[in-house]
Structure formats: C-alpha cells, structure tokens
C-alpha cells in the first residue's frame, strides 16, 4: 500500500513539472517574434471632380513615415498589428485634405497580403464645395 501511495505522489510530482515545463514553453512560443516588411507600393489619384491639381501625399506604417516605393522591416508577435494610415491633401491657401488607416493583423498573414487603403478629399471652399477626389494607397506586407 505504501509503494502504490509513493508510486501515486510520484506520477503527481511528475505531472505537475510537465505542466510546468509546458507553460513555460507556450509562454515562450507566445513571445516570439517574426520579421515583417512593409512596402509602399504606390499611392495614386483614381478620381478628381474638380477638387485641386497640387496635391502632397504621405504614409505611415506604425508611426514611421513611408514614401511611395519605400520599405521598412518590422520585428513584431503573432499578437501584434500593422497599422498604416494615408493622407492626401490637397495644396492651396485652405488645404483639403483627406486621411484613413487600417489596422492589419499580423497573425492573418502567412506569407504576403496587399492591402489597399482609400482616402476621400473633399473641396471646402468655392463653386466646387463638396466635390471629392479620391485617392488609392496600395501596401504590400511580407512576412519573413
């Protein structure tokens, strides 16, 4: 009866350890880390009813300012986010401008994803108040 209760106590210490282990290496996967680059592909006018004709355009991609055909590499976690945000805008005395931003999961891409974001500028001022123009930002995001 002693030897089976010994045997017992020792099954438990040994599961418990496992457990232990275990949690430690799931803490561990959970914290690593992959490399993602980050490029901007283009950003281009798709339509303009009669918003402006001098425009200055600008991205973003976690803070970081990104010029059209620029990259950056990112260290991130599975649990992470990209997020990229445009805006296009429009020059004159009374800027117009128009911004968005997507938030990307990093955990949803397995090896390539092209992201598209639309920005819409809206006239002011003037006889063309309330005409728009819009604007096509295309990222793509790579992992590894």
């Not at 099954?11 to 799931?26: D, E, P, R």
């Not at 974001?117 to 819009?134: D, K, L, Q």
Request: hydrophobic share 40%.
């Amino acid at each position: 009866m002693k030897s089976a209760r010994a045997l017992y106590l020792c099954l438990a210490l040994m599961l418990l350890m496992l457990a232990g282990s275990y949690s430690v290496y799931a803490a561990q996967a959970a914290a690593k880390t992959a490399t993602y680059t980050v490029t901007h592909i283009e950003a281009e006018l798709v339509s303009n009813d009669h918003v402006g004709n001098e425009w200055e355009t600008e991205a973003e991609v976690n803070g970081k300012p990104l010029g059209a055909g620029d990259k950056i590499t990112l260290k991130l976690k599975s649990s992470d986010k990209i997020k990229l945000e445009v805006t296009a805008g429009e020059m004159d005395k009374i800027p117009d401008i128009g911004t968005a931003a997507k938030s990307v999961a990093v955990s949803g891409i397995s090896s390539s994803k092209t992201v598209t974001i639309t920005a819409t500028v809206t006239e002011n001022r003037g006889r063309y108040s309330g005409n728009t123009a819009v604007w096509k930002f295309v990222f793509r995001i790579q992992k590894g």
